[in-house]
């Protein structure tokens, strides 16, 4: 039987053991399904990355360089931490003193936090030790709020400054991030090279239009899937009678407000 003549829809080609003389080789043979193989694997890999997923715990130090209402940029670095539970479907974030959202948003040049809760958004001020309903419609994030961000690719990650300051520790070192864009953009560190639970650790983070204010993330302060105490996640006794915050009409919200991490 010549190899022109072989059939390749018969059983014997099926079957390495009864078929017929091929033209190829069984080491040809081989050699092709490896490319094949390896051609397969190479389109696995430029597919995009699957958005992250938030641990069911976490909590994080940033920095951002945004110092006042008027968003102004400068050299001077503000403080922040952020605490998320998703079982306590909580997120507080607080920022230090001259913070951008304190200021704009409070009207107060001390340190504030923002509740995300069931009950709406809360705005407590230190420095008065006052405490008011923002946004009732506003809630925590939920663990997959990325779902559906578009992958933007890897991208080269350190704050826009010419002067660093020692307070800023892991933040300056041009890491590479993956980013993601749904609204806002979140850059994390690519998977593999996560080692605390199941969530990405975050590089940054913006609020439109960029850069008007970003927010730079200290990864060596990233803890998740601990136990964080409540008294860190619980509204305090300011909050209690809800009293609403001026200008807490969520129609006015803008796009930057509606998810803050």
Same mark, same amino acid.
């Given at each position: 039987r010549s190899c022109s003549s072989h059939r390749t829809s018969s059983p014997? #080609?099926? =079957?390495?053991?009864t &078929?017929?003389?091929? /033209?190829?080789? @069984?080491? @040809?043979r081989r050699v092709l399904l490896a490319v094949a193989a390896a051609a397969a694997v190479g389109a696995l890999s430029?597919? &995009?990355?699957?958005?992250?997923? +938030?641990?069911? $715990? +976490?909590?994080a130090v940033f #920095? $951002?360089?945004i110092s006042n209402g008027n968003h102004d940029r400068s050299d001077r670095w503000i403080a922040g931490r952020s605490w998320y539970s998703a079982e306590l479907r909580v997120q507080r974030v607080w920022h230090a003193a001259l913070a951008h959202q304190c200021q704009h948003f409070y009207k107060t040049n001390g340190p504030c936090s923002l509740y995300f809760t069931t009950e709406g958004l809360f705005a407590h001020l230190e420095r008065e030790q006052t405490c008011c309903l923002d946004l009732p419609a506003i809630h925590a994030p939920p663990r997959d709020w990325l779902s559906g961000a578009e992958y933007m690719g890897v991208e080269q990650v350190a704050p826009d400054v010419t002067a660093q300051s020692a307070v800023l520790g892991a933040l300056a070192?041009?890491?590479? /991030?993956? *980013? %993601? $864009?749904? $609204? =806002?953009? %979140? +850059?994390?560190?690519? *998977? &593999? *090279?996560c080692h605390q639970g199941d969530g990405a650790v975050p590089c940054k983070f913006n609020f439109p239009p960029s850069p008007e204010m970003d927010w730079y993330f200290n990864r060596s302060s990233w803890v998740a899937n601990a136990r964080i105490d409540e008294s860190v996640l619980n509204l305090p006794a300011a909050c209690a009678g809800k009293t609403p915050c001026s200008g807490g009409d969520a129609s006015a919200v803008d796009a930057g407000r509606l998810v803050i991490v």
């Open positions: 014997e #080609f099926l =079957h390495a053991s &078929a017929a003389p091929m /033209c190829a080789s @069984a080491a @040809a430029l597919e &995009a990355p699957v958005p992250p997923l +938030w641990p069911e $715990t +976490w909590s #920095f $951002t360089n070192d041009g890491v590479s /991030c993956e *980013r %993601y $864009t749904k $609204t =806002h953009s %979140y +850059w994390v560190l690519p *998977r &593999a *090279r």
